[in-house]
C-alpha cells in the first residue's frame, strides 16, 4: 500500500508544456493520491456498517433498521481492496517500476515493517483488553504466515505483497535484470503451504495456515489497473454511463450480500464493474492547485489511518451500536461513526508522519 504516485515521463514529453512540479522527469499523479484516499475512507465505511450488520447477527428480524444501514454502508465498500490491488499494478508497471531487485526489496520492507508492527500492537491491545481467543504467542507465531484477529483488516497484506513482488520480478527480467533474491522470495512463499503441511504430518503437531499469496483475480486489478490508470487524459468520454454503471453495481452488491451470501468476494462481477468505474471516474481527473498540498498530505497518511482504524472502531465505535435502531437513526449514527471514525485515524497517521515515524507504523 505505500507505493509512489510518480510517474516516469517519456523522453519526447520532457519540457514540454507547463513546467512539472518536479524536476527529476517524473509527474505527481494526484488523480492516484485521490484514489488512495478514496479506498482508505472507504474501508472504514465498510468496517463502521459491519457492526451494525453483527449486531442484529445478520439478520434484520433482529434489528431492520441497524441490518439496512450496515448493508448499505457494506454496499458503497466491496471496489477498495481491488482497487489498491490496481494502483500497485500501476506503481509497479508502468508509474515508477523498479531500478533493481535491491529497489523491489526496499519497496517490500516498507510494506512488511508496518504490517508487523501493528499486528504486534493490535494483539499486545486485545491481550490488555482480555480478548484475544488464544495465547498471544501462538497468536503471534501464526502471523508471520497471516492475519490473526485482532488484525483482521490486515489479511489483504498477505496478497498485495506477493502480487507487487512477482510483478517486480517480471518486469526485472523484461529490463535485462537478475533478481535472484526476488525470486528466492516468492519460491519461498510457492512452496511454504506444502512445506507446513508436510512439518505436520510427519511430526503430528498443528501447523499454521499460510496466506501468504494470491488469487488470479489480484493479479487480473493489478495488470487491468495498470492499464486503465496509465490511460491519457480524455481518453474516456463520455462518463455519464459510469455514474451510472457505478450505483447499479453498488445496488447489486446490496442484492448479493442480503440475498445471496455476506461477504460478496472480491472475484465477482459487480466489484469488477466497480473498480473498473472508480478508476476511470478518478483516474486521470484533474486535481485543482489548491487542493493539492493537503491531498498529498492526506495521502502519505492513508496507509497509517487504514493501519490504525480499527482501534478506533472497536474502541469507540462498537460500543454504541446497537441493534435496536430506527432506519433513520441508524442512518445518522452510522454516519456520525464514520466521521468520528476517520478523523481520529488520519490524525492519529498525520501525527506519527508529523514525528518521522512513517516507515514504522505507516
Known amino acids: 500500500m505505500i507505493e509512489d504516485t510518480v510517474v516516469r515521463l517519456p523522453q519526447q514529453q520532457r519540457g514540454t508544456g507547463p513546467a512539472p512540479a518536479r524536476t527529476d522527469g517524473r509527474e505527481h499523479r494526484y488523480d492516484v493520491d485521490l484514489l488512495r484516499l478514496v479506498c482508505s475512507a472507504t474501508i472504514m465505511v465498510g468496517h463502521v456498517g459491519a457492526l451494525f450488520i453483527h449486531a442484529t447477527g445478520n439478520d434484520p428480524a433482529n434489528g431492520a433498521g441497524s441490518y439496512w444501514a450496515g448493508h448499505v454502508a457494506e454496499a458503497v465498500n466491496p471496489f477498495a481492496v481491488p482497487v489498491y490491488f490496481a494502483i500497485a499494478g500501476w506503481a509497479v508497471l508502468v508509474g515508477a517500476p523498479p531500478r533493481d531487485g535491491a529497489h523491489m526489496q526496499r519497496r517490500i520492507v516498507r510494506n512488511l515493517v508496518p504490517l508487523f508492527v501493528w499486528t504486534g500492537v493490535y494483539l499486545v491491545w486485545a491481550w490488555l483488553r482480555d480478548r484475544n481467543e488464544r495465547p498471544m504467542t501462538e497468536l503471534a507465531a501464526d502471523s508471520l504466515f497471516g492475519s490473526v484477529r485482532p488484525a483482521y483488516h490486515l489479511w489483504f497484506m498477505y496478497d498485495y505483497i506477493p502480487v507487487i513482488a512477482l510483478l517486480a520480478f517480471v518486469a526485472l527480467l523484461r529490463a535485462g535484470r537478475r533478481p535472484w533474491a526476488l525470486g528466492a522470495a516468492l519460491l519461498g512463499v510457492a512452496v511454504t503451504p506444502s512445506v507446513l503441511t508436510t512439518a505436520a504430518e510427519v511430526t503430528g503437531r498443528e501447523m499454521p495456515e499460510s496466506s501468504w499469496g494470491f488469487g488470479f483475480y489480484a493479479i487480473v486489478y493489478a495488470v487491468v489497473g495498470a492499464l486503465l490508470l496509465s490511460l491519457p487524459a480524455g481518453t474516456v468520454?463520455?462518463?455519464?454511463?459510469?455514474?451510472?454503471?457505478?450505483?447499479?453495481?453498488?445496488?447489486?452488491?446490496?442484492?448479493?450480500?442480503?440475498?445471496?451470501?455476506?461477504?460478496?468476494?472480491?472475484?465477482?462481477?459487480?466489484?469488477?464493474?466497480?473498480?473498473?468505474?472508480?478508476?476511470?471516474?478518478?483516474?486521470?481527473?484533474?486535481?485543482?492547485?489548491?487542493?493539492?498540498?493537503?491531498?498529498?498530505?492526506?495521502?502519505?497518511?492513508?496507509?497509517?489511518?487504514?493501519?490504525?482504524?480499527?482501534?478506533?472502531?472497536?474502541?469507540?465505535?462498537?460500543?454504541?451500536?446497537?441493534?435496536?435502531?430506527?432506519?433513520?437513526?441508524?442512518?445518522?449514527?452510522?454516519?456520525?461513526?464514520?466521521?468520528?471514525?476517520?478523523?481520529?485515524?488520519?490524525?492519529?497517521?498525520?501525527?506519527?508522519?508529523?514525528?518521522?515515524l512513517r516507515r514504522l507504523l505507516g
Not at 464493474?273 to 498529498?296: Q, T
Open 237 to 356: 468520454r463520455p462518463r455519464r454511463p459510469l455514474w451510472v454503471l457505478l450505483p447499479l453495481s453498488m445496488a447489486g452488491a446490496l442484492w448479493y450480500n442480503t440475498q445471496v451470501h455476506y461477504v460478496m468476494p472480491n472475484a465477482h462481477l459487480f466489484v469488477a464493474l466497480m473498480c473498473v468505474c472508480v478508476l476511470l471516474l478518478i483516474g486521470r481527473v484533474r486535481v485543482p492547485e489548491r487542493w493539492r498540498p493537503a491531498l498529498r498530505t492526506l495521502a502519505g497518511a492513508a496507509l497509517g489511518a487504514y493501519m490504525v482504524h480499527v482501534l478506533v472502531v472497536e474502541e469507540i465505535a462498537a460500543p454504541l451500536v446497537s441493534p435496536d435502531l430506527s432506519g433513520p437513526a441508524a442512518a445518522l449514527l452510522l454516519a456520525g461513526l464514520l466521521v468520528a471514525v476517520t478523523t481520529l485515524s488520519f490524525a492519529a497517521s498525520l501525527l506519527w508522519g508529523r514525528l518521522n
